[in-house]
């Protein structure tokens, strides 16, 4: 099974940096290819995707890896399509990352999401229908004046849309664990945001009514109803959200001394009803619930009051800690006269450690809450005060935390804080020093990379345990901060480019052959999060690590290969779960692997016959140079024609919101076309008047699909200094293509 486990890391890391490769070369637009290629490169690279799949899917030896790439292949298929996609709106210049782009990626996602039962594709949809509505509301390319009832309105209907897909899932229509968790998540982070009052003036307060509500009907459901660990532990944290967000939002209104008193009285009060709470909680009968939920409920008996034990004390420590915290640092700040603040914060936060260090037995939940409270007060005075005998004063308290204290969270708080304390101690010593902060981040990354190194030196144990993972968590967050830093010796911004990507990679491999199930997982979430970060990265250019890239997504998937195949007498074909994926409906995931190849030669096609029959007219622009994420960099255009006189924007005004117009453009003497009024159905045109589609935003500005015009990488600012003119092709119907930028 290790084995087997090892090799899917490796085709999923190989997979992933193929289609890495794949983006960063479209988005990097080289120069290299013609219009006609570049589409046929998209289309063969989805065919290419695809037909990888069904080849793997066809083989009889090494069942259990062949499926699992057939699987992915698949699933890179789809992402290859969204690719194609933003290629074809990079190749006609249409608007970046613009919700037309999620929409149509998102549905050949749903349609193998459903066909496949698929756990990857019911994410990828998840994310694209989202992208989608988030940018039709709230587009990056277009300002749309949105009123706070509107915005609300939106907000509901994202809380309506998750809250329907949760109970879709928790009813069994179908099965999707992600997907439940992430839609409650979504559900409660909307509902929360529709509780501010000082933004939601008419509706905010009742909308408290509303989450609350939600809460207690979660706590009910996930206790008496269908006993679910996961979720009761996900519905505490959304009570938890819901009380720190209240809390702030009454702070900035009534900041006073009295008020923190009373945040602090709220704490002590919240500890006590939570401690009885708690006792209540462990006497629930799971016998109780509804005899249809009986037998889950049943298997969960052993573990229950244990997981309401755990849910409730991190709940209030997180309450307690966050209102407690805010409440100390504000009372000292407004009561300090004679004293300096620092100092008296100092004091108060040795008075609550020391004391809860060296009185283990009192209630835990009490207990962490104070400890937690003192030690950020502590992190804030010393450095504060800023001196270096305080703060490693700091430093030993805080190291005996993490001797007296127990549990996998306490240790990784109080692991933390011991960084922090460190840095703090760092910079006060190096203050002065050229690039003290970049040897502050290595001195940091060295010392935990030395403390996860040595944890063998421990007696084994949960504080060895805890101790290893916190080691290996902060090394290699560490580690891939100094991939951002600036050169401090020569070529040191390579050297942890190098170093980081090796380092990972091989953990990542060792871990899943050990079976060290946390350790890999975090080892691959900063693999994955190195890929998509150094995007950004002016290190090489996009074609440049487009071509490595390849390069080593090739290599992975062979070694990979070659290793599975001396191992694949160990593979369980039996228990391969994606043994039957492309099997299912083989001639529905043909359909729409034919509906995404149709849409890339119609959108081709439609935009080749604009470009060669289209009136073409020249326009005044200002461009700008930002960059699109699968798209590239482009120049984005600002033309006189947006901007519409006063009495146009009035009539728009007088319209109001967003809404889809026709404006009649009138070619000047010197041959640029300007805006001359909005369009009406029926109307005759002059021989130097066209009519062009635009979208109002209801207030000062026409946006009209042509704003975007992609260049190759680094080109934009050149690009942006040079263009005076665009030249936009406009078909019969009144569609626009931005065809070239020029000087005059």
Request: overall charge neutral; charged content about 15%; glycine content about 6%.
């Amino acid at each position: 099974m290790l084995r087997l486990n090892v090799t899917r890391v490796g085709f999923l890391m190989g997979v992933s940096l193929l289609l890495a490769s794949i983006i960063y070369f479209f988005a990097a637009n080289w120069g290299g290819l013609a219009r006609a290629d570049k589409i046929l490169a998209s289309a063969g690279i989805m065919v290419l995707f695809y037909g990888a799949s069904f080849v793997f899917s066809k083989m009889k030896i090494m069942l259990g890896h062949h499926s699992f790439l057939s699987a992915i292949f698949l699933v890179g298929g789809c992402i290859s399509f969204g690719v194609a996609v933003a290629l074809l709106n990079q190749i006609y210049n249409s608007h970046a990352d613009n919700y037309e782009l999620f929409l149509v990626w998102s549905i050949p996602a749903l349609l193998l999401a459903f066909i496949t039962r698929f756990n990857p594709f019911f994410v990828l949809a998840y994310t694209l229908v989202h992208l989608m509505l988030w940018q039709y509301f709230f587009p990056s390319s277009l300002y749309i004046a949105r009123s706070d009832n509107e915005i609300g309105l939106i907000g509901c209907m994202f809380a309506l849309i998750n809250l329907i897909l949760f109970a879709i899932i928790e009813a069994k229509r179908f099965s999707s664990a992600p997907l439940k968790f992430v839609s409650f998540i979504v559900f409660h982070i909307s509902l929360l945001y529709l509780t501010n009052s000082t933004q939601f003036e008419l509706f905010g307060p009742w909308m408290n009514i509303v989450s609350v509500a939600a809460i207690a009907i979660g706590f009910y459901y996930f206790i008496k109803v269908r006993l679910d660990k996961a979720m009761l532990t996900l519905n505490a944290l959304a009570a938890s959200a819901f009380a720190v967000f209240k809390f702030l939002e009454l702070l900035s209104e009534h900041a006073s001394t009295t008020f923190f008193v009373l945040g602090l009285l709220f704490v002590a009060v919240l500890l006590t009803g939570n401690f009885f709470f708690f006792r209540f909680l462990n006497k629930l009968d799971p016998h109780e619930a509804s005899t249809d939920k009986q037998e889950e409920i049943l298997q969960a008996e052993a573990h229950h009051g244990t997981l309401v034990g755990k849910i409730v004390s991190a709940t209030v420590t997180v309450i307690g800690v966050l209102i407690g915290s805010i409440s100390l640092v504000g009372l000292v700040f407004l009561a300090s006269d004679e004293v300096e603040p620092q100092h008296v914060l100092f004091v108060i936060s040795l008075l609550f450690v020391l004391p809860m260090l060296l009185l283990p037995r009192l209630n835990a939940v009490i207990r962490y809450t104070v400890l937690t409270i003192g030690y950020a007060a502590g992190m804030i005075a010393i450095a504060w005060i800023d001196l270096a005998g305080l703060t490693l004063l700091f430093l030993a308290v805080t190291v005996a935390g993490w001797f007296r204290l127990h549990g996998r969270a306490q240790h990784f708080f109080i692991y933390s804080l011991i960084n922090v304390n460190m840095a703090i101690l760092l910079f006060q010593l190096f203050e002065y020093i050229q690039y003290s902060y970049s040897f502050i981040v290595i001195i940091l990354t060295a010392l935990n990379a030395v403390i996860y190194a040595s944890h063998h030196l421990l007696a084994e144990g949960a504080h060895r345990r805890h101790l290893r993972e916190c080691g290996l968590l902060f090394m290699l967050l560490l580690l891939f901060w100094l991939t951002f830093m600036e050169d401090i010796f020569p070529y040191s911004y390579e050297l942890f480019n190098l170093i980081n990507f090796i380092v990972v990679t091989v953990l990542a491999f060792l871990f899943v052959r050990r079976g060290q199930a946390l350790e890999a997982s975090v080892s691959l979430a900063f693999w994955f999060l190195y890929l998509a970060y150094k995007y950004y990265d002016l290190f090489w250019t996009l074609f440049h690590k487009s071509v490595t890239l390849a390069l080593l997504g090739i290599l992975a998937i062979a070694v990979t290969y070659f290793f599975a195949y001396r191992a694949r007498a160990s593979v369980p074909d039996d228990a391969d779960a994606y043994r039957h994926l492309l099997r299912r409906s083989p001639i529905l995931i043909a359909i729409v692997v034919a509906l995404q190849l149709g849409y890339v030669g119609y959108h081709a096609a439609t935009s080749e016959a604009l470009l060669s029959s289209g009136t073409s007219v020249k326009l005044a622009i200002e461009p700008l140079d930002p960059r699109s994420l699968l798209q590239g960099d482009y120049v984005r255009l600002n033309y006189s024609i947006s901007t519409p006189p006063a009495s146009i924007t009035e009539e728009l005004e007088a319209h109001g919101g967003s809404r889809r117009i026709k404006v009649v453009l009138l070619q000047g003497d010197n041959g640029v076309y300007e805006l001359e009024r909005i369009y009406k159905a029926g109307e005759s045109l002059t021989g130097k008047e066209i009519v062009m589609n635009g979208i109002s935003n209801g207030w000062d500005n026409i946006y009209y699909g042509i704003e975007t015009y992609f260049v190759p990488e680094g080109t934009g600012v050149e690009t942006e200094r040079n263009a005076h003119f665009a030249y936009v092709k406009v078909g019969t119907n009144g569609d626009a293509l931005l065809e070239r930028l020029s000087k005059d």
